[in-house]
């Protein structure tokens, strides 16, 4: 009897997968990419075919219509007709992985793909788990593209001319735009196509001009969302609803750094390591707890007046909790752009407000001096802070603003951002980062809380406002003025660090108008 058990035992292991019975890591090989002339050629196709377990023909297929051009397999390589970049065909074959071999259950890589009723299934060997695919079908004949007179286009710069202008080909045409650089997606207008087939960009700012209803629509959510953080101040401030005991303390703002780089790095190891389900519901976590602190105050406000303070006490805490399990039950059933954005803009108000009151002049400087050269190194260094932007609108969480350029949009079916930035694809839609919003709206309130004659400041009018009032309101459009020049660089089509920018405004602003209204009292108020 025991031998024949250890008999079934032996045969039993020898039917496991293989991936099941080896703890090794899923590993697939950087894809291999170089140009040869007008073509070129992914060096190692075949390699990250066995590596995935997928059919060649399968991948290839999926690879050529992802990436809108023509090639074959040529032995372990595969030639594309015109130039493809490293990452475009990178991020085509992590697409495809997410797609076509991850479990979306238990995120493990040992799948096959199985036919069920004409409809395609991936199947998990380790968890059972299945779920259907959309087919792939064969690409459609690439139609060249026509460049007209007068139109916006979105391109890829390729190189540099021998007399700095950048060049970009759209076959036949070659396009020379002045002051760019190699490998940065511009848009360009179009002026005049000279019969030798060479295009000349026409004056800049157009891409702006045509965006001006979206970037408005922006600048107005960052004004409002300000303002309301300038309403609630005052009243978080007479409920003591400050996130630090000592505003004036210089470490404040090493705490709170410290804080925004532990969550952002708990949220990427989680995409890293396939664990966006996870990282979903982490994030919607603190949505969950950040809107039951936000509405505690106003909805007690709003009721102690008639229910006594025990009593609206009580009902400010349930209210707000219920309220909060409402509104991420909606964002996890439906989160088009339009709740998100009433959501986002609910939130960057009340945590402006509540960071804006914690925070003095001195330590809100350090704040934004301190975010801004962290956006930077993490959007042109690092570029963690793109993969965090594609995973937010692909789980389709209120961490962004989204405002579209085109009434038809649905940000239910937006695509990925890094996807769109290798394909040189123009945008649907304008995205900002809660954190541009909050961050520059800080010092802002700030200005409104710490230099009231309170605080040992001259209680005098500028333009019929109060000192603290005027500061407060000129170091908002120092915000608004670093926002337009932002504006600009994000015409061109890639990802900007918005804090520089936007933080240096605001900075920029207080001095200005507190040089006005207190000339140099206690150096700017930073002593």
Known sequence: MGGDYDQLLKRAK????????????FQVPEPDVVTEGKTTILRNFLDICQAI???PNMVLTYLLRELGTAGAQDGPRVVFKGKVTAQQVADRIKAYI???VI????????????KEDRVQMLECEACGARRPVKAIKKPAKVEEKVLEEGKVYEVMIQDVGKKGDGIARREPYIIYIPGTAKGSVVKVYIEKIAGDRRVRQGPPGVGMRRDLASIVAMAGMLVVSQVIALLLAPIFVEQQF????????????IIYIGLILAFTAVILLLVRYRKRNIAKYVILGSIFFTVSFVFVVPLY???YWWMGTDLAGNFALVGAFLLAVLIVYALFKYPEWYLVDTVGIAIAAGVTAVLGISFAILPAFLLLLGLAVYDAWAVYRSKHMVTLADEMTSQKLPILLVVPKKASYSYLEQKSLKEQIAKGEEREAMFMGLGDIIIPGVLVVSASTFLRPQFGYPDIAVLGLPGYLFVSIVTMVGALVGFTILMRFVMKGNPQAGLPLLNGGSIAGYLVSFLVAFGTLRTFGLL
């Not at 020898?14 to 890591?25: C, M, N, V």
């Not at 996130?243 to 004036?248: I, V």
């Open 301 to 303: 406000l709003a009721t």
């Open 98 to 100: 997410d797609s076509y």
């Open 14 to 25: 020898s039917a496991l997968p293989q991936a099941l019975s080896s703890g090794e890591r």
């Open 103 to 114: 479990c979306s259950e238990c995120g493990r890589p040992d799948t096959h793909l199985v």
């Open 53 to 55: 377990r997928r059919d």
């Open 242 to 253: 400050q996130a630090f005991p000592d505003a004036s303390n210089p470490a404040n703002p």
